[in-house]
């Protein structure tokens, strides 16, 4: 039955209500057909995994669509041109990144004006196609998760021979204050979206398609379920869940579904979930039925810092500066500038960086907005944080081991579990920047398991070698031993015959290898 999950909702514990602001943005209707930018900045690891390889050069000409950066170890994703033109360099350039900016290997294209499309490849009845040639299709695209995790879609649209999924989640929630391109999206573009979630169905063999969005978003539930009546899938399903922060996280979300928990450093499969963003469903639907990669999505531009907040379709590459321009330009001062949410974002130093594939809201805050950061209290132990995490943390406790450096301790508490969805820093009452402390710990934690992976490496290799040269001695001793014993028991007159013999061979080798 279509509807088993969803006709009940359960809880997930903690979480917050927050003011959303999203209706700044999402009074009108999104904005394409910004002019193309002369110059795309388009870097080479937009995704999580390995960096797509380059395979133009600087001074080759490219079309819109074409592949320029190839996605081709197991975790990664190909770069495509959004526009046709010429390939200036292949250079390190200013990209977005936690730290607000930093340099990364980029392609750099001047665009021509043109627009020109490569030679397009779609498919309008996509269940004529088996899961693996939609799989395929969605690596060749350079399609990731548009919700802000970018890890290759097409690596969880694979089928484990050992686990069945049952349920395909689209993740409309956007409990982000402020981020609203995927409600604007739902809102515009439901038929994509509703057909995406049919393929990763398909791709999957799954049971059902569930398409998750927030109770607030009236217009967007209306639109999809008029969708989805229209096309007459029954395996297909639009539920609300509540309004509370961070309802979008996966496992939250999941929670709220099925009632059932992912379990501690798990996979939603595990439980037989796979859960995919709205806006990669629609990547989706457009790389199958229209041989369209991933070369544009929607962004939010807002925040009290904009003139006309707005949601845009932005060609990847784009500097933020003209989305920004797009909208009107700034209010005056903006003295925080954060790529994402308040609350999950990241404080940028300019808005001179190209939007890229996991660039969904541009904030723009103006001076009242912004609270000057107080001072660190010692914790109090109020308990505050406890009640608000949603990943069922003792924020407190992971807080003490991340201060004292005790890696272990803050790994067994659950470190990995955290979301970062900063709740518990909101409420903390005596202003601890728990995330960050947080982040750090587990950048120390990651560094030190790959330096053990590393040391691990070198033992093995070690040893590999040390086996393979006393195989090879145990086989040289083995060897003269027969030569002695072989010796030992012929005549010594056939043992000299042989001896010459064996030199002559080897004399006439050297010289026939001296000639040649
Ligand atoms: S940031 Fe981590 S510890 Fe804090 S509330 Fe969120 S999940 Fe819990
Ligand atoms: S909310 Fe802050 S002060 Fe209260 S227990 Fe948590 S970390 Fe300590």
Redesign the pocket.
């Known amino acids: 039955m279509a509807t088993e999950i969803g006709n009940r909702l359960w809880r997930f514990h903690?979480g917050l209500k927050l003011r959303n602001y999203k209706v700044m943005s999402t009074d009108h209707a999104v904005l394409h057909g910004l002019p193309i930018p002369e110059q795309l900045i388009l870097p080479i690891s937009q995704h999580m995994g390995i960096p797509a390889r380059p395979v133009v050069e600087p001074g080759d000409k490219v079309l819109k669509g074409q592949v320029v950066a190839i996605g081709d170890g197991f975790v990664s994703a190909s770069v495509h041109a959004p526009s046709s033109g010429t390939v200036t360099a292949i250079a390190k350039r200013l990209v977005p990144s936690a730290a607000g900016g930093t340099m990364g290997i980029s392609i750099v294209l001047e665009t021509d004006g043109e627009d020109k499309w490569i030679q397009r490849d779609g498919i309008r009845n996509f269940e004529t196609l088996a899961p693996d040639e939609i799989r395929a299709r969605v690596s060749n695209a350079g399609i990731v998760g548009l919700g802000g995790a970018v890890f290759p879609s097409h690596i969880k649209l694979m089928r484990d021979i050992h686990q069945t999924v049952e349920t395909v989640i689209l993740n409309g929630v956007e409990c982000e204050p402020y981020i609203s391109c995927d409600e604007m999206l739902m809102r515009e573009r439901a038929v994509p979206v509703v057909t995406g979630g049919r393929m990763m169905r398909h791709a999957l063999e799954a049971k059902r398609c569930i398409i998750a969005i927030e109770d607030h978003m009236e217009l967007a539930g209306r639109v999809l379920r008029g969708v989805v009546a229209e096309i007459g899938d029954d395996r297909v399903s639009v539920v609300d869940v509540p309004t509370i922060y961070?309802q979008g996280g996966e496992r939250q979300l999941i929670e709220t579904l099925t009632g059932q928990q992912v379990p501690s450093g798990g996979l939603p499969v595990q439980i037989g979930v796979v859960c995919h963003n709205v806006a990669t469903a629609a990547a989706v639907q457009d790389a199958i039925t229209d041989g369209i990669p991933l070369i544009s999505r929607y962004v939010t531009v807002t925040g009290p810092g904009v003139k006309n907040p707005s949601n845009v379709e932005a060609l990847i590459g784009t500097p933020l500066s003209q989305l920004i321009e797009a909208c009107g330009g700034y209010t005056g001062d903006v003295p925080m500038l954060i790529l994402g949410g308040p609350m999950m974002g990241y404080a940028m130093s300019t808005d001179d960086l190209p939007v890229i594939k996991a660039t969904n809201c541009v904030l723009a805050l103006v001076s009242e907005d912004v609270r000057e950061t107080q001072k660190e209290m010692p914790c109090i132990g109020c308990m505050e944080?406890v009640n608000?995490?949603?990943?069922d943390?003792l924020?407190q406790t992971?807080f003490l081991h991340a201060k004292e450096r005790q890696l272990e301790q803050a790994r067994s508490y659950g470190i990995f579990?955290?979301?970062?969805?900063?709740?518990?820093?909101y409420v903390c009452p005596s202003h601890i920047p728990?995330?960050d402390y947080?982040r750090v710990t587990k950048n120390r934690i990651w560094k030190i398991d790959e330096q053990r992976q590393k040391a691990e490496h070198a033992r093995r290799r070690h040893e590999f070698r040390e086996r393979r040269r006393q195989r090879q001695e145990t086989a040289r001793t083995d060897h003269l031993r027969e030569r002695e014993r072989a010796l030992d028991t012929k005549d010594p007159q056939d043992a000299i015959a042989e001896a010459v013999k064996r030199s002559r061979q080897h004399r006439a080798r050297r010289h026939r290898k001296d000639k040649d």
């Not at 608000?388 to 990943?391: D, I, L």
């Open positions: 903690g961070p944080c608000v995490c949603p990943a943390l924020p992971l579990d955290c979301i970062e969805c900063g709740c518990c820093a728990l995330v947080y």
